[in-house]
T-cell receptor
Framework: GDSVTQMEGPVTLSEEAFLTINCTYT??????LFWYVQYPGEGLQLLLK?????DKGSNKGFEATYRKETTSFHLEKGSVQVSDSAVYFC?????????????FGKGTLLTVNP | GAGVSQTPSNKVTEKGKYVELRCDPI?????LYWYRQSLGQGPEFLIY????????DSGLPNDRFFAVRPEGSVSTLKIQRTERGDSAVYLC???????????FGPGTRLLVL
């Protein structure tokens, strides 16, 4: 079945450090890929998405590129801030008749220290 | 505008009891989803409604779980004869149409003692 694998956390960085959170997926066909973020005490929010191979999603300084050849969608940010501390979830959504069901990874807790 | 809301935010119950969890989607969103998030895991799909009907309930773990959306807006997730293993955060999401961005509520944290 479909699955998403994220790097295990927690990840602890100092402010202005470079961030990478790895995400790989297993799915048939051509899924859409997402990064969701959950800030402390808040609900899941869509951070960015990509719907086809080589697409780059970006938002709030975060980027991720849909790499079909490596089935990956790694999240990156050049300079993290304390306010980026949150749990990050990678997810996929298949196309066709199942184009509504999100499959999530386990999440990666990021803590950014001043 | 208002986002997805869920009530209660926390629910503590005893094993064997019945619970209802409510979801108010964003106004005008026809698609509604329930997910369950166990500790240390990502959300797992439970059920999807298109309008009033459950279009896919394949993620419901067993027949103790049931969900309704009688008027195509508010949805209620019902759990009978709760078990300790049902303890989790239950998330609701809605979208304007099924292939569009899903907006999540804050969740209901259920603890079964």
């Amino acid at each position: 079945g479909d699955s998403v694998t994220q790097m295990e956390g927690p990840v602890t960085l100092s402010e202005e450090a470079f961030l990478t959170i790895n995400c790989t997926y297993t799915a048939t066909g051509y899924p859409s890929l997402f990064w969701y973020v959950q800030y402390p005490g808040e609900g899941l929010q869509l951070l960015l998405k990509a719907t086809k191979a080589d697409d780059k999603g970006s938002n709030k300084g975060f980027e991720a590129t849909y790499r079909k050849e490596t089935t990956s969608f790694h999240l990156e940010k050049g300079s993290v801030q304390v306010s980026d501390s949150a749990v990050y979830f990678c997810a996929l959504r298949k196309g066709g008749g199942s184009n509504y069901k999100l499959t999530f990874g386990k999440g990666t807790l990021l803590t950014v220290n001043p | 505008g208002a986002g997805v809301s869920q009530t209660p935010s926390n629910k503590v119950t005893e094993k064997g009891k019945y619970v209802e969890l409510r979801c108010d989607p964003i106004s005008g969103h026809t698609a509604l989803y329930w997910y369950r998030q166990s500790l240390g895991q990502g959300p797992e799909f439970l059920i999807y409604f298109q309008g009033t009907g459950a279009a896919d309930d394949s993620g419901l773990p067993n027949d103790r779980f049931f969900a309704v959306r009688p008027e195509g807006s508010v949805s209620t997730l019902k759990i009978q004869r709760t078990e300790r293993g049902d303890s989790a955060v239950y998330l609701c999401a809605s979208s304007r149409m099924r292939q569009e961005t899903q907006y999540f509520g804050p969740g209901t944290r259920l603890l079964v003692l």
